[in-house]
């Protein structure tokens, strides 16, 4: 919560500027942060704790990339566990999910790329942190859409879906909207993800699983984002 404190003020609700910590995120907050207290929690141990494949410490389920069928049930039975404990959603599995499909997407590009990027590495760099410093991070997966009967480069509005605008060495600059991003207001990082599979042919501009993984978040809270 107190890393959250810090983060510049960029909530609204109803027409009202928030701070990260306002009362009308308390809920979210109780729930999420039920993630943290039960960490070493004998009941909930052998479910949350897992050993990361990066460094071998000991690290939060919610952060670690899945390597087995046994981490795959153990990681749907600490979310059962826990959404029985706070009454409904624990509201942390979508950035651990969005993790590790980046995390295969990306070593996949770099294989097709044939070693001319460096996707999977830049990546392996972001969830060391990610893991040591155990943050959530939130899947902003939907886009806008416009009108849904038309693809995304046939929108009348492009910013209707997340695309690129500009490349630069240092990396990419993007235009648009994700829609209904839950723990976005609790989350350290934005993992951004497709709505669905685009066509490079159709929308050279969309935005792909091996591009997607922006530190949102993170940059726009240190005022290195500007909104349009």
Same mark, same amino acid.
């Given at each position: 919560?107190?890393?959250?404190?810090?983060?510049?003020?960029?909530?609204?609700?109803?027409?009202?500027?928030? =701070?990260?910590?306002? =009362?009308?995120?308390?809920?979210?907050?109780?729930?999420?942060?039920?993630?943290?207290?039960?960490?070493?929690?004998?009941?909930?141990? %052998?479910?949350?704790?897992?050993?990361?494949?990066?460094?071998?410490?000991?690290?939060?389920?919610?952060?670690?990339?899945?390597?087995?069928?046994? %981490?795959?049930?153990?990681?749907?039975?600490?979310?059962?566990?826990?959404?029985?404990?706070?009454?409904? $959603?624990?509201?942390? $599995?979508?950035? $651990?999910?969005?993790?590790? *499909?980046?995390?295969?997407?990306?070593?996949? *590009?770099?294989?097709?790329?044939?070693?001319?990027?460096?996707?999977?590495?830049?990546?392996?760099?972001?969830?060391?942190?990610?893991?040591?410093?155990?943050?959530?991070? *939130?899947? *902003?997966?939907? %886009? &806008?859409?416009? %009108?849904?009967?038309?693809?995304?480069?046939?929108?009348?509005?492009?910013?209707?879906?997340?695309?690129?605008?500009?490349?630069?060495?240092?990396?990419?600059?993007?235009?648009? $909207?994700?829609?209904?991003?839950?723990?976005?207001?609790?989350? =350290?990082?934005?993992? &951004?993800?497709?709505?669905?599979?685009?066509?490079?042919?159709?929308?050279?501009?969309?935005?792909?699983?091996?591009?997607?993984?922006?530190?949102?978040?993170?940059?726009?809270?240190?005022?290195?984002?500007?909104?349009?």
């Amino acid at each position: 919560m107190k890393d959250l404190g810090k983060m510049k003020s960029n909530l609204y609700y109803d027409g009202r500027e928030l =701070d990260r910590l306002d =009362d009308l995120q308390m809920r979210c907050l109780d729930t999420i942060g039920t993630t943290f207290e039960v960490f070493d929690n004998p009941e909930f141990k %052998d479910l949350i704790q897992v050993k990361s494949h990066l460094t071998g410490d000991i690290i939060n389920r919610f952060t670690h990339i899945h390597h087995s069928t046994d %981490d795959l049930h153990k990681k749907q039975d600490m979310t059962r566990k826990l959404c029985q404990k706070v009454g409904g $959603c624990i509201q942390r $599995c979508m950035g $651990c999910d969005a993790a590790n *499909a980046i995390y295969n997407v990306s070593y996949e *590009a770099d294989k097709i790329n044939k070693g001319e990027s460096n996707y999977h590495e830049n990546f392996k760099k972001w969830l060391l942190r990610f893991q040591q410093e155990d943050l959530i991070a *939130a899947g *902003a997966q939907t %886009d &806008v859409k416009g %009108d849904r009967i038309k693809r995304p480069a046939d929108q009348l509005d492009p910013d209707m879906y997340v695309h690129v605008v500009e490349r630069k060495k240092d990396g990419i600059v993007v235009v648009g $909207c994700k829609l209904h991003i839950s723990e976005a207001s609790v989350s =350290d990082e934005l993992l &951004v993800i497709p709505t669905y599979r685009q066509n490079c042919a159709a929308f050279s501009g969309a935005i792909f699983g091996f591009l997607i993984m922006y530190l949102l978040s993170l940059s726009f809270n240190l005022g290195l984002i500007k909104s349009r």
